[in-house]
Structures are given as C-alpha cells and as structure tokens.
C-alpha cells in the first residue's frame, strides 16, 4: 500500500511538472500555431535564474521567504524570455510555421549552448529549502516534500489558467482565436497582443517547472529542459492542441504510466509504454483526448 | 539554345565531375591550408574530418529526402543512424560476427524497421507526424542509455573490436581506407537520391510536397508513396551509421539523441532544402565549422578577447544555432538558393 501511495504521488509530481511544461506549448500551439522548440530554454532560463538569484539577489536566498523571491525572480525572467521571443523572433514570420519551428530550434541550441558558454555543462548544486528535503507520512509511506510542492504549484497554475480563460476578455480573445484566429481579426480585435501574452504565459509557467523541477533533481545543467521537453511535447499531443484542460488529464496519465511501468517492470519500460501511450491516442483518437478536430 | 545556356549546361554536367576528381585526388596531396585545416591534406586528421563531413553530407541528403523532396518534417531520422551504428557494432563486436554479415543484418533491420515504424507514424500528418517521430526517436535513445544485458555501453558507448573488423579498416595509418569508405558512401546517397527523385515516384513525393490534397484527388495512394520515401530514406540512414561506426570507431549515445537530428535539419535548411546541392553543402559546411570552430575558440586569437565575448565564441553550438536563425530569416532556400538569386542578376536576363 505505501509504495503505490509514494509511486501515485511521485507520479502526480512528474507530471505536473509535464503540466507546467505543457500547458504552455499546448497554449502557443493552439493560437499561435507555433511549434515551440525554445521551450526548454524557457525552463533552463527560469532554473538558472532561480539559481543566480538565490546566490546573488539581495533578500533572495535558498530558504523561507528568500527562495519564494529566488523562484519569482526566476519565473520573472523566463516570462521575460517569452516576450522577447515573440516580440524579436516569432512576430515577423507569423504566416510561415516551417520556418518558426525552424527558428525556434536555432534558437533553442544556441540559448542552451550560450547557458553552456557561461555557467559550464557540469550540474550546479540547486538551492533547496529545508522543508523541501523533509518527508510526509501520508497512509503509511513517507513521502518527500518536493512531491506536494509540484503538485501544490501545478494545482495553482492550472486553476489561474482556467480563470484567466474562462473569466477574463483576455482569456475569451485567446480562446476565440485558438478556435478561429481569422474570424477573430476580421471582428476588429487585435489578436497579435494575445500572441505576445500567451507566450509570456508559457515562459512564466515553464521558468516555474524549471525553478521547482531544480529542486526535485537536486541540481541544474543547461540541457535539462531537453528531455523534459519531449514528454511535454507527448503530454501535449495526448492531451489535444490547445487544450489546457487536456494538457492537466494528459499530464497526470503520461506521469503516473511513467512512474508504474518503471517501478513494476524495470528501467526504461515507462518510458516506452508513454510513447505506446502516445502511438495509441494518435491512433484511435488523432486530434488527442480533448479531441478539437484540426 | 544559346552560347550562354551551352555553357551553363556544360557547368550543370561538369561540376559533380570536377568536384568527384578533386574529391579522388585529395589523399595523393600534400596541399596545406594553416588555419583551415589541421594538417596537409594527406595526413591522418585532416583525411579524419574531410571524412566526416562527407559522411554528414550523405545524412543530411538522407535527411532532405525526407524534409525536402517529400515534405515531411521527421525529427527522429538519428534513430536509424543509431540503429545502423549499433547494430553493426553489437554483432561484430558483442556477438563476433563477420563484418560482412553485420552488414547484412544491418540493412535487413534498416528495411524492416522504417516499414513498421513508417507504417503506423505515417496514418497522421505534419505536426503530429514530428512528434511522432521524436517520441520513437527517444525511445531508441532511452534503450541505447539503459544498456540492456550491458550490449549497447549505455552512457560510455561502445568500441569498435572484436575479430570481425578487417585490418584494412582499423588504425591511424588506415585512414585513407575510412576517407574512401565515406566518399563510397556520400557518392552512393548522392547517386540513389539523383536517381529516385529523377524517377516516377520522385515526381510525386514533389507533387505530395507542393499540394498534397490534389494527388489524393487525382488517385494516387499518398500513405503508400510517403512510405517509399521514408523506408528509402531510413535505409540510406541506416548504412551510414554502420560507416559512421567504422569512421569513428565505435558508437555513442550522442547519435540517437534528437539533437542530433535537429542537427541535419539545420544543415539541410542552411544549405538549403529540395535542391541537388544544398543538404551537401550545408552537412559539409556545418560539420566542418563544427570541428574547426572548437579549435578556434581555443586558439590564440579567441583567448585574448573579454570573457563576455570569448565565452560564446568557445561554443560551437551557439554560434552554428545563431547563424542558423539568421540563414531562415536572411536566406530562404538556404545557401543554394542564394546561387539561384544571384545568377539571373548576373545573366541579365530570366
């Protein structure tokens, strides 16, 4: 019973970490139809930063309230990256989706190669808070804290997400432009503000999995985000383009298949029943599990 | 036809000629370029990378295959060099096969595998096809890491060894015979791609590319003939691995990553996509900066500069990842396209 209880919950913290990650792309995906390779960067921009900031930012540091101003420093600044992005990059190309994935997987290498260039590719001691390290009794097992902080973190997001979407005129703009970007144009509405935005969303919330992902690993190096980013990607594909919702349902299955198949079978199982998984949906259901038809 | 299109027909026929007896003179020279190259053009390094950059050069027409000539975007074609590397190194090394016998085991894995992969990747288009194509990708990469029954070396690779590898192949003083192999191989990917684009099927991978709701209209099978392209393709790969095993002398996990394909993306889009020169170029030109600027960002000449400068400068990555954004803005249809741009302005006539 405890270890399925600390595999369950182990498995809800992995993929809520997903969720972080996926959301975002899902959303980009979904309006802007930008396929985002920098993603990771966006997560090594928040992890590095969270890092930087717990060493070096006056007031930050890596327990109590200084690491909660650590992580917003970081997720400050890969919302920043967001922007940029968008603004510098994406704007000019929009139109041509080949040659925006294209950019952004330059810009992907190069940004992980230029974190390279200057913080080294050895992995960097993560600042963790004490009542992260500690463990919960929860029906017997002893669960590590860093679980409940992900899941807690994801749990925040998503609902924020959801009434940003469903309560706000900026969330309506988004949502009528995931299901029609033109008609939403053609109605007078500027559409290209709500670009800029869901991209500093999706920096935001995936500096945040970059920032809390540093202290379940225990450490960062630049190529984090990477394999990270493949599950998200899975995650977002199961889940269906542009579907937050679907991304929260995708995200907590791809986890706890993960976390299951690789305790019960062996090492790399899990990892290959989520891209079953993965071949399964496509098959049966092609446009993902909140199934909007492309 | 005047004096002019004569001449730019006889260029057209001439140049692979020129280029092939240039490619075939290379180790009876003893040209030396200083900063270029590591050495006179017969010595063992400068032989190694000439190598390597034709054995990119064939992967990233492979690639272009795919990419350019058929338009799908695949970001699992590491997979199959992977497999063709380890594959070849496993039965001769592990399993003490002949080399010869690897290899046909080899392509029999490079036909089999793409078909059933190709088969059930190619049933969904486009964004979701890529994903596809990752996900198997990284599987493949996560088998390699987790060294099954110790065969594959997980994160240290796996050497090239055992009684299987001819003595003309292995050694420092052998590295003509690799520079051969390589050549062998680009000009063989070079060849069956010419040919195939050139025959009945090539014209409707290009037709499938441009519009592919109309070639369904007109009745043509499109899953069948994007499998064709994808099995030949995968294939072509797949023996390249088996020559990049023996030019590097065993195999890393670092092929099957998928930034390692995310490498021949950017090679075949910086030379330039769907064109007969461009995936060479670009895989040719990307390896060569590759290595050489490693040795640059060492040298003299960055070491004196202000760590702000010198820190990227060091990174090969950064500055291809950098030039790479820069081609996809400044120069649609990449470096064979500028050649095409130019030349009309030159005639001075369409």
Not at chain 2, 172 to 197: D, E, H, M, R
Not at chain 2, 217 to 236: N, Q
Not at chain 2, 289 to 298: I, P, Q, Y
């Amino acid at each position: 019973m405890s270890t399925i209880v600390l595999l369950a919950l182990t498995g809800l913290g992995l993929g809520a970490l997903y969720f972080l990650i996926a959301s975002g792309l899902s959303l980009i995906f979904g309006l802007a139809d930008v396929l985002n390779f920098a993603h990771g960067l966006f997560l090594a921009v928040g992890a590095y930063g969270t890092w930087w900031a717990a060493g070096h930012l006056p007031g930050a540091g890596a327990s109590g309230a200084g690491f909660w101003l650590a992580v917003l420093f970081g997720v400050a600044a890969g919302a920043l990256a967001g922007v940029l992005v968008e603004l510098v990059l994406i704007r000019p190309l929009y139109a041509r989706p080949i040659e925006q994935v294209l950019v952004t997987v330059g810009l992907g290498l190069a940004g992980v190669a230029l974190l390279r260039a200057v913080w080294g590719s050895d992995p960097r001691q993560f600042p963790k808070p004490s009542w992260a390290a500690g463990t919960t009794g929860v029906l017997g097992a002893q669960v590590p804290n860093d679980r409940f902080l992900l899941i807690g973190a994801a749990a925040v997001v998503l609902v924020a997400l959801l009434a940003f979407l469903r309560r706000t005129r900026y969330g309506l703009v988004v949502r009528a432009g995931v299901e029609d970007r033109a008609m939403v144009a053609a109605l007078g509405i500027n559409v290209r503000v709500a670009f800029t935005l869901v991209f500093a969303i999706g920096g935001a919330a995936a500096a945040l999995a970059g920032a809390l992902g540093g202290v379940y690993f225990g450490n960062v190096t630049p190529g984090q985000g990477g394999s990270l980013l493949i599950f998200a990607f899975i995650v977002v594909v199961i889940g269906g383009m542009g579907s937050v919702p679907g991304s929260a349902v995708a995200a907590v299955l791809v986890g706890l298949v993960q976390q299951f198949a690789n305790y019960y079978t062996g090492a790399g199982v899990g990892e290959a029943s989520v891209v079953l998984l993965l071949a399964a949906v496509l098959l049966a259901r092609p446009a993902g599990l909140a199934g909007r038809t492309a | 036809m005047n004096a002019r299109t004569t001449t730019r027909t006889l260029a057209r026929r001439g140049a692979p000629l020129l280029l092939a007896l240039v490619l075939l003179a290379v180790p009876y020279s003893t040209l030396d370029v200083p900063v270029l190259l590591p050495g006179p053009l017969n010595s063992p390094g400068t032989l190694q990378l000439i190598a390597v950059c034709l054995l990119f050069a064939g992967f990233a027409l492979s690639y272009d295959l795919l990419f350019g000539r058929t338009g799908l975007l695949s970001f699992g074609h590491a997979l199959y060099i992977a497999v063709g590397s380890y594959t070849t190194n496993i039965a001769v090394t592990r399993g003490g096969w002949s080399l010869g016998a690897a290899l046909a085991l080899t392509a029999a894995v490079g036909l089999v595998l793409p078909a059933v992969i190709g088969a059930v990747a190619l049933r969904v288009n486009g964004i979701a096809f890529a994903m596809v194509t990752l996900a198997v990708a990284q599987l493949g990469s996560i088998i390699v890491l987790s060294d099954p029954d110790g065969r594959t070396g997980g994160e240290e690779g796996l050497a090239l060894g055992g009684a299987g590898v001819p003595a003309f192949l292995s050694g420092v003083a052998n590295t003509v015979n690799l520079y051969w192999l390589a050549l062998g191989y680009a000009a063989l990917v070079a060849l069956a791609i010419a040919w195939s684009v050139a025959s009945e099927p090539g014209r409707v991978w290009a037709a499938i590319r441009e519009n592919e709701r109309r070639v369904t209209v007109l009745g043509l099978p499109v899953l069948r003939f994007r499998l064709m392209a994808y099995v030949l393709a995968s294939l072509l790969a797949t023996l390249g691995g088996a020559v990049h095993l023996l030019v590097m002398g065993g195999s890393t996990p670092q092929i099957t990553t998928s930034d390692f394909t995310l490498g021949l993306l950017v090679m075949v889009v910086l030379g330039g996509a769907g064109s007969r020169w461009g995936a060479i170029l670009g895989g040719v030109l990307y390896t060569f900066l590759d290595h050489r600027l490693a040795a640059l960002g060492t040298s003299g000449a960055v070491a004196d500069l202000p760590a702000v400068l010198r820190a990227p400068l060091s990174e090969p990555l950064f500055l291809l990842g950098a030039l790479f954004v820069l081609a996809v803005y400044f120069l649609p249809g990449g470096l064979a396209g500028l050649a095409g741009r130019l030349r009309p302005a030159r005639d001075g006539a369409p």
